[in-house]
């Protein structure tokens, strides 16, 4: 993800997609770093070390917001997030802003 000057629409789709995903198969830490990101030619992405998936509790993914943000990602990213799904949107901001 370091190498793309530009969080596409499709990429924040999969990386939306991914969190539920955890949330969904009951993982305590719904998060990931990017550096555990991989993004194959087609968008798609690949997860790996959810070594502390059931050991830490986030209310919102934390490493995923502080790595897109240092790529000057996150602004994207949260704004796609609020168009793909808003609930979600609502949850993580109050979340954000309570830490």
Same mark, same amino acid.
């Given at each position: 993800?370091?190498?793309?000057?530009?969080?596409?629409?499709? !990429?924040? %789709?999969?990386?939306?997609?991914?969190?539920?995903?955890?949330?969904?198969?009951?993982?305590?830490?719904?998060?990931?770093?990017?550096?555990?990101?991989?993004?194959?030619? =087609?968008?798609?992405?690949? $997860?790996?070390?959810? $070594?502390?998936?059931?050991?830490? %509790?986030?209310?919102? /993914?934390?490493?995923?917001?502080? @790595?897109? %943000? %240092?790529? @000057?990602?996150? /602004? $994207?990213?949260?704004?796609? !997030?609020?168009?793909?799904? /808003? =609930? !979600?949107?609502?949850?993580?901001?109050?979340?954000?802003?309570?830490?």
């Amino acid at each position: 993800m370091k190498q793309r000057k530009v969080l596409s629409k499709v !990429l924040a %789709k999969e990386l939306v997609l991914m969190l539920k995903v955890l949330e969904h198969i009951q993982f305590n830490r719904i998060d990931a770093r990017l550096r555990h990101i991989f993004v194959k030619d =087609d968008q798609k992405i690949k $997860v790996i070390d959810h $070594v502390s998936a059931f050991r830490y %509790k986030t209310d919102y /993914p934390i490493h995923l917001y502080r @790595g897109l %943000k %240092k790529l @000057g990602h996150l /602004p $994207v990213f949260l704004q796609q !997030l609020e168009e793909l799904d /808003p =609930d !979600l949107f609502k949850r993580w901001e109050k979340a954000r802003m309570l830490k």
